[in-house]
């Protein structure tokens, strides 16, 4: 199972490695075509057991014993969570938690995972930001319910992770516009000189606007990379992941 990982912090030099973020890609599971093969989602038509397994799967190779997961609706609606939760947390599109260990489960397949972290605070965030999401505020909602939690705009580090590029993210011109209204910077043209939109592109003038600096974009288009899953590309597909999670500290650390 292909993962790809970034940590990027000002950390403190009591603790090495504050918290982790982790993007998963779609080869190495168990799932059958057209899931094929790390899908992590089980509300896609998948065999709940491949899903299982690749979840059990991911928790072994990350060493994690829980991953909280989300009902992602494209809402702008902000979960803070303590603990594990049996069920994915309902009708929520970012989960916040200041809880050691504990890793937030993003799923995508196309859609941009936004992953953010203050380790100062020792807060962390998992964000679903699809087009409609974004337009309607599900990232400053996020980093809002994370400032609540102690967190600071200037202190977070965000990571978006692979998702539809502009070059390839075609909508009609009405929608374009509607988009770039509430989420400026995201209108764009695509290679095929069609009316387009790039989520990263605006969520990263967003953040700025919020005070984030910190910002990194993993550049891969989802649409063109097959080793990704993508829903404009192939309809009944899987869901790859971000996840981020607080390293838990020891008696040294604190």
Known sequence: MPVNEEARTTRPARLKRPFRMVFTARSGGASASPYESFNLAEH????????????QRLREL?????????????????????GPRSAPVEAT????????GLALGVLVADCTPVLLADPEARVVA????????????????????????????????????????GRHYEVPAEMAADVE??????????EKGTPGIDVRAGLIRQ????GVTAIQAD???????????????????????GLIWLEEQTDNDR
């Open 62 to 82: 990350l060493r994690l014993d829980e991953i909280v997961w989300m009902e992602q609706l494209h809402t702008n609606n902000v979960t803070v969570v303590g």
């Open 44 to 55: 896609v038509g998948d065999d709940p057991a491949a899903v299982a397994a690749n979840r």
């Open 181 to 190: 209204d509430h989420l400026p910077g995201s209108r764009t043209t695509t």
């Open 207 to 210: 953040l700025m606007g919020l």
């Open 93 to 100: 599109d970012a989960l916040v938690t200041a809880t050691e």
């Open 126 to 165: 998992a964000a679903h930001a699809g087009r409609l999401g974004a337009r309607n505020g599900i990232v400053p909602a996020t980093v809002e319910a994370m400032c609540d939690l102690g967190a600071r705009p200037e202190r977070l580090q965000v990571l978006l992770g692979p998702a539809a590029s």
């Open 219 to 241: 550049p891969r288009c989802t649409i063109e990379d097959t080793t990704f899953f993508s829903y404009r590309r192939e309809g009944t597909t899987g869901r790859q992941a």
